[in-house]
């Protein structure tokens, strides 16, 4: 059980990371809590024990405010869970710096300079360190291109500061697999979005995710059919190139719908 702890959640408003907090919030385990996000005013009927703050992750502004507010409240943080993250679902066909920008701001540079600012935070004390992947940081597919380069980024990211990192943090990096979050029913510009197989629900990655840290675990695979579909994959390409050319046909039957509908419009 994780208890009597100090936390910061960030993401904190909808899908995994709601989950998250709806567990470690729980009076019993007798937590102290930041949950941060843009959107964080649509969270109701939490304790005390729970700060919501509204901060943008994807600026360099947000993530020192965030960490300002923790020192005010905290005197250390015990347990930091980068969680924030959102995907594009697109054909990756245009010209658009800033929309590239924006998602790498958020998913990936504030995850890689909140590293930074809680390691000087802890200053030599012990911490844990928790990233939200992806599953799309191992495979690609058709219709993330930018997000899944996001959590490539992430992926490798991790890999070089499990070494370089001080004994005082643990960090541990979790994979969900597609979960159902409200991104799938509004979709990108309000058009629905097919899920990818396998479906989780937000609520099983949030149990794998204390499970995980609570157990001090490198990583986390929320999804008991991801690994083995891995490993098949890669020692059976046909199988791979079968999945991905399902989900491309699922990329393009979403762009047919939302051409339709614009033109409705």
Same mark, same amino acid.
């Given at each position: 059980? #994780? $208890?009597?702890? &100090?936390?910061?959640?960030?993401?904190?408003?909808?899908?995994?990371?709601?989950? *998250?907090?709806?567990?470690?919030?729980?009076?019993?385990? =007798?937590?102290? #809590? #930041?949950?941060? @996000?843009? @959107? *964080?005013?649509?969270?109701?009927?939490?304790?005390?024990?729970?700060?919501?703050? /509204?901060?943008?992750? @994807?600026?360099?502004?947000?993530?020192?405010?965030?960490?300002?507010?923790?020192?005010?409240?905290?005197?250390?943080?015990?347990?930091?869970?980068?969680?924030?993250?959102?995907?594009?679902?697109?054909?990756?066909?245009?010209?658009?710096?800033?929309?590239?920008?924006? #998602?790498?701001?958020?998913?990936?540079?504030?995850?890689?300079?909140?590293?930074?600012?809680?390691?000087?935070?802890?200053?030599?004390?012990?911490? =844990?360190?928790?990233?939200?992947?992806?599953?799309?940081?191992?495979?690609?597919? /058709?219709?993330?291109?930018?997000? $899944?380069?996001?959590?490539?980024?992430?992926?490798?990211?991790?890999?070089?500061?499990? *070494?370089?990192?001080?004994?005082?943090?643990?960090? &541990?990096?979790?994979?969900?697999?597609? &979960?159902?979050?409200?991104?799938?029913?509004?979709?990108?510009?309000?058009?629905?979005?097919?899920? /990818?197989?396998?479906?989780?629900? $937000?609520?099983?990655?949030?149990?794998?995710?204390?499970?995980? *840290?609570?157990?001090?675990?490198?990583?986390?695979?929320?999804?008991?059919?991801?690994? /083995? @579909?891995?490993?098949?994959?890669?020692? !059976?390409?046909?199988?791979?190139? !079968?999945?991905?050319?399902?989900? =491309?046909?699922?990329?393009?039957?979403?762009?047919?719908?939302?051409?339709?509908?614009?033109?409705?419009?």
């Amino acid at each position: 059980m #994780i $208890a009597n702890r &100090t936390i910061v959640i960030t993401g904190a408003s909808s899908g995994i990371g709601k989950s *998250i907090l709806e567990m470690l919030a729980a009076k019993e385990n =007798h937590n102290r #809590i #930041i949950a941060a @996000s843009r @959107s *964080i005013q649509k969270l109701t009927g939490f304790d005390e024990n729970v700060t919501l703050f /509204p901060c943008d992750l @994807s600026t360099r502004e947000g993530v020192d405010a965030l960490f300002e507010k923790a020192a005010e409240q905290f005197e250390k943080i015990d347990v930091l869970i980068c969680n924030a993250g959102a995907p594009y679902y697109e054909r990756y066909d245009y010209e658009d710096w800033d929309r590239i920008e924006k #998602i790498f701001s958020l998913n990936t540079f504030s995850c890689m300079y909140s590293y930074s600012k809680y390691l000087n935070h802890l200053n030599g004390r012990e911490g =844990h360190l928790v990233y939200t992947i992806s599953a799309m940081g191992e495979m690609a597919l /058709p219709g993330y291109a930018l997000y $899944a380069s996001t959590k490539f980024a992430m992926k490798g990211f991790q890999q070089a500061i499990r *070494i370089e990192s001080p004994k005082n943090l643990k960090i &541990t990096c979790v994979y969900p697999v597609s &979960t159902k979050t409200n991104f799938f029913e509004v979709g990108d510009a309000g058009h629905k979005v097919e899920q /990818p197989f396998p479906v989780q629900t $937000a609520e099983a990655v949030a149990k794998a995710t204390v499970r995980g *840290i609570e157990r001090g675990r490198k990583q986390v695979y929320p999804c008991p059919v991801y690994l /083995p @579909s891995r490993f098949l994959m890669n020692v !059976l390409p046909p199988v791979r190139a !079968l999945y991905l050319r399902s989900q =491309h046909r699922m990329l393009l039957r979403f762009l047919e719908r939302k051409q339709n509908d614009e033109k409705r419009v």
